[in-house]
């Protein structure tokens, strides 16, 4: 299937490493014009020059102002943003019964300021072309709120509301809003929450692994390009008439609906 994403530049928050990386690997290898960014540009600039046809730019999300440079910085040198996706690294650990009203504060403004941030900064110009697709990157944990995972929990559970709103209000304009939504893929932060897991618990990752793998139905942890190719599909062409959706993608993992 032609995705018809060549040409097309698309900015991949936190796309130095894990979900990130592989979204801008799916995105690169159908042909778009993929921004990597991250905080570390000389890391930024190594996996760029890993993937056909992509470029690295600096971005803080931390920084207020950050997306709108960045995003102003890829308009200048490549052209208007077309594809966006946002993104960025996971709260630690933490059970609901000892968060304080600063760390959901922190929540909110880690995983929904800097997105909400991005999405500002190229959905005007996304609704004057009448084209433009905008996906976040969330987590299961809006579906089925993740055990000793609260800040996540909340903080994602923000977006997405944000998201959803977002995509019914623009899907007249030909701009998508969507969320793709990772159960245990193969990544460095599941490597960090097994190894979480199995401290708190008092045992080893290999147990942890073996019972994950086992309330998983396909029996395994996803492949970050599994979740790659998932997001360039809804980042597509073909995905024209999709918008306000969370997919989830997660061997069965979540078993409602």
């Given at each position: 299937m032609d995705l018809g994403v060549e040409g097309r530049v698309a900015l991949v928050a936190a796309s130095t490493g894990g979900l990130g990386l592989a979204v801008a690997t799916s995105l690169a290898a159908e042909g778009a014009r993929v921004v990597v960014t991250g905080r570390d540009l000389e890391r930024a600039r190594s996996v760029a020059a890993s993937l056909p046809g992509a470029v690295a730019f600096h971005l803080d999300l931390s920084v207020p102002a950050?997306?709108?440079?960045?995003?102003?910085?890829?308009?200048?040198?490549?052209?208007?943003?077309?594809?966006?996706?946002?993104?960025?690294?996971?709260?630690?650990?933490?059970?609901?019964?000892?968060?304080?009203?600063?760390?959901l504060s922190a929540a909110i403004d880690g995983l929904l300021l800097p997105q909400q941030r991005l999405i500002a900064s190229v959905l005007p110009g996304m609704i004057e072309r009448g084209w433009g697709r905008i996906l976040a990157i969330g987590s299961s944990g809006i579906t089925a709120p993740l055990p000793n995972l609260v800040l996540s929990n909340v903080g994602r559970s923000a977006l997405a509301a944000y998201i959803k709103t977002l995509a019914a209000e623009q899907a007249h304009q030909g701009v998508t809003a969507n969320l793709l939504l990772p159960g245990r893929i193969n990544t460095d932060r599941i490597d960090a929450l097994d190894a979480a897991a199995a401290e708190r618990r008092d045992t080893d990752v290999q147990t942890v692994r073996a019972e994950s793998f086992a309330a998983i139905p396909a029996g395994r942890y996803g492949r970050p390009e599994e979740f790659g190719a998932a997001a360039a599909f809804l980042c597509s062409d073909s995905a024209s008439y999709i918008t306000g959706v969370a997919l989830r993608c997660d061997g069965g993992l979540v078993r409602s609906l």
């Open positions: 950050a997306p709108a440079e960045a995003v102003d910085r890829v308009t200048a040198e490549l052209g208007p943003v077309e594809i966006l996706v946002t993104n960025g690294p996971g709260p630690k650990p933490k059970p609901a019964s000892t968060t304080s009203a600063e760390d």
